[in-house]
């Protein structure tokens, strides 16, 4: 059974299934940066490849009194701030790309955080103001990571 601050991750914030945008997004090779704390299953996905979890104490993260956590990963270390009290939120979220070289970082700061009967459907809905025409990804060109001219071919 998970114990302490971690079991915030697994048991408070999230509700599995509420939001399947990300999950529809990466089927078309489409990722978002800190998408993960926006997954059908973010405990799974946040925990897939945890080698070791430390639990730093406590820090202020805007105002707000927050569990301070760490992660090690095969690929990446992974922070993150969980507002204490009756409604805990991610605060702050910090990924290092250990398999880089520069180790490059990705920071998100989190506010105003919404879960449950707190948010509305509507605030979701598609209001096509500018008569917008659905597209499919699959069609659009310059989407993908390399440019059109460039050819893969085999190592050097």
């Keep these: 059974m998970i114990q302490g601050p971690v079991a915030i991750l697994a048991d408070q914030i999230w509700r599995p299934g509420e939001i399947e945008l990300v999950d529809e997004l990466r089927k078309h090779n489409r990722p978002i940066p800190a998408a993960d704390l926006l997954l059908s299953d973010p405990y799974e996905a946040l925990m897939q490849d945890v080698v070791d979890v430390k639990d730093l104490g406590s820090g202020v993260i805007g105002g707000v009194e927050c569990d301070y956590l760490a992660f090690r990963a095969k690929e990446v270390d992974w922070q993150i701030w969980i507002a204490q009290g009756d409604r805990p939120y991610p605060c702050r979220y910090v990924i290092n ?60």
């Design 97 to 156: 790309s250990t398999f880089m070289d520069g180790e490059p970082q990705y920071s998100i700061q989190i506010r105003d955080w919404k879960a449950g009967d707190e948010v509305a459907a509507t605030d979701f809905s598609f209001k096509n103001s500018t008569d917008a025409k659905k597209v499919d990804l699959k069609n659009l060109e310059g989407t993908d990571e390399l440019p059109a001219h460039f050819k893969v071919g085999e190592a050097q």
